[in-house]
């Protein structure tokens, strides 16, 4: 199967223009694409996590890679799917956001000579003229095509600012960029973003009369419609340091039944006739189908050694088997002990497993709360410091817990 019938074969492609130019220019290697991110945090998600993806496989197959940092577009910030302004950012936050996202960048694509190149465009458009732009760029959008946009139709609702109105001229003219400097005739991106980039392909032909094409992929979303990649407590990040590979690990590990092959099929690099196998998979084979998902995923994003260590931790847990030493732990002092004991509630409270006292009375008091596997239903259940000197695991509901350590 060639590289194009792959990618629809694994749901990937949403919508793509002048299919069959596309399709022979990957297929043979010989497309330079690009895929632009805006640094709005200090790393990337679980929302960026399939684009690298594919940028990964279109290089494996010889197309050559752009990633396109947006250091100058994210100080407007992009409207698509938004129902209010994004918060603006200084332009130190901006570059500090831009390095983290190149560190990252380089666990996925391979970057230098002839390679993928990694670019911003705050290269060229904080030194832009605005008077310029109007009449060079502006002159070739429609104000009535832009507001039928998907992108804009959302904010319309609520208010849309003119400084978000500007996004898809500035996107349209990165694409405009990349065409002239590095012979890029191919964007990529979410399927939020189909206007924009057809934006930047009709700015290419009325400029230069070339011929670029554009492509979006899916978004990652679950079987009710909605955006995968958050929790209740924010967003999946690839940074170990704000999403643990453990906590990385559970949330794949935990996607719904309906979800799990779709998710194989379009983050993974395992082969298709192995994922064609396990749809018919049923019942506690959808555990082990969850279970090759979160490893595959840990192992791209963390590693190998990280995704053997949440492997064997989340056994510790939930299968009575393999290690405790990698499961996420959390440390006490003397000073949340009271009359030399710790309570369950305090003790919730101290680990971060529940926000307030009053949070974790309700959550004993409800039946889902243990130690070591014994259920807890006492809410003056108080514990003395020996009982940390051996191994002390305390769980909320099916998904939160930790190794309670004493320093």
């Given at each position: 199967m060639e590289l194009y019938d792959e990618l629809v074969a694994r749901g990937l492609i949403a919508q793509v223009t002048n299919e069959d130019e596309v399709r022979d220019k990957i297929n043979k290697g010989e497309a330079t694409f690009y895929i632009g991110f805006d640094p709005t945090a200090d790393s990337l998600h679980v929302g960026h996590f399939m684009a690298l993806c594919l940028m990964k496989r279109l290089q494996m197959a010889g197309n050559k890679p752009i990633a396109l940092i947006g250091g100058g577009t994210a100080m407007i910030g992009d409207p698509s799917g938004r129902t209010d302004m994004r918060s603006m950012m200084t332009q130190d936050t901006i570059n500090h956001n831009v390095e983290c996202f190149k560190k990252q960048m380089s666990r996925f694509?391979?970057?230098?000579?002839?390679?993928?190149?990694?670019?911003?465009?705050?290269?060229?458009?904080?030194?832009?003229?605005?008077?310029?732009?109007?009449?060079?760029?502006?002159?070739?959008?429609?104000?009535?095509?832009?507001?039928?946009?998907?992108?804009?139709?959302?904010?319309?609702?609520?208010?849309?600012?003119?400084?978000?109105?500007?996004?898809?001229?500035?996107?349209?003219?990165?694409?405009?960029?990349?065409?002239?400097?590095?012979?890029?005739?191919?964007?990529?991106?979410?399927?939020?973003?189909?206007?924009?980039?057809?934006?930047?392909?009709?700015?290419?032909?009325?400029?230069?009369?070339?011929?670029?094409?554009?492509?979006?992929?899916?978004?990652?979303?679950?079987?009710?419609?909605?955006?995968?990649?958050?929790?209740?407590?924010?967003?999946?990040?690839?940074?170990?340091?704000?999403?643990?590979?453990?906590?990385?690990?559970?949330?794949?590990?935990?996607?719904?039944?309906?979800?799990?092959?779709?998710?194989?099929?379009?983050?993974?690099?395992?082969?298709?006739?192995?994922?064609?196998?396990?749809?018919?998979?049923?019942?506690?084979?959808?555990?082990?189908?969850?279970?090759?998902?979160?490893?595959?995923?840990?192992?791209?994003?963390?590693?190998?050694?990280?995704?053997?260590?949440?492997?064997?931790?989340?056994?510790?847990?939930?299968?009575?088997?393999?290690?405790?030493?990698?499961?996420?732990?959390?440390?006490?002092?003397?000073?949340?002990?009271?009359?030399?004991?710790?309570?369950?509630?305090?003790l919730l409270v101290a680990t971060g497993l529940a926000p307030s006292r009053a949070e974790a009375r309700r959550n004993v008091q409800q039946g889902g709360v243990s130690v070591n596997g014994d259920k807890v239903t006492d809410t003056f259940t108080a514990y003395e410091p020996s009982a940390f000197d051996e191994e002390f695991i305390l769980k909320k509901g099916k998904k939160k817990f930790c190794k309670v350590e004493l320093s």
């Open positions: 694509i391979e970057f230098g000579d002839d390679k993928a190149m990694l670019v911003n465009n705050a290269d060229w458009i904080l030194d832009l003229n605005y008077l310029e732009v109007l009449r060079d760029v502006g002159a070739h959008f429609s104000v009535n095509r832009m507001l039928a946009a998907e992108c804009y139709k959302q904010r319309l609702e609520r208010g849309l600012s003119f400084l978000e109105f500007n996004y898809m001229i500035l996107q349209s003219y990165d694409f405009l960029k990349l065409f002239d400097n590095y012979d890029c005739t191919l964007q990529f991106g979410g399927d939020d973003q189909w206007s924009n980039m057809i934006g930047g392909m009709e700015l290419i032909r009325r400029k230069r009369g070339g011929q670029a094409n554009a492509m979006t992929i899916n978004l990652l979303l679950n079987s009710e419609g909605k955006k995968m990649g958050k929790t209740v407590s924010g967003a999946v990040w690839l940074d170990p340091e704000k999403t643990s590979p453990y906590d990385f690990y559970q949330y794949w590990r935990n996607v719904d039944d309906a979800d799990v092959i779709k998710c194989i099929k379009m983050l993974t690099f395992l082969p298709l006739d192995e994922i064609n196998k396990m749809e018919a998979w049923e019942g506690s084979q959808l555990n082990e189908a969850k279970d090759i998902l979160a490893y595959e995923l840990t192992k791209l994003v963390h590693g190998e050694e990280e995704a053997d260590k949440s492997r064997e931790a989340s056994k510790a847990l939930f299968a009575g088997g393999g290690s405790s030493a990698n499961m996420p732990s959390e440390t006490i002092t003397e000073a949340d002990f009271k009359d030399g004991k710790i309570d369950i509630l305090g």
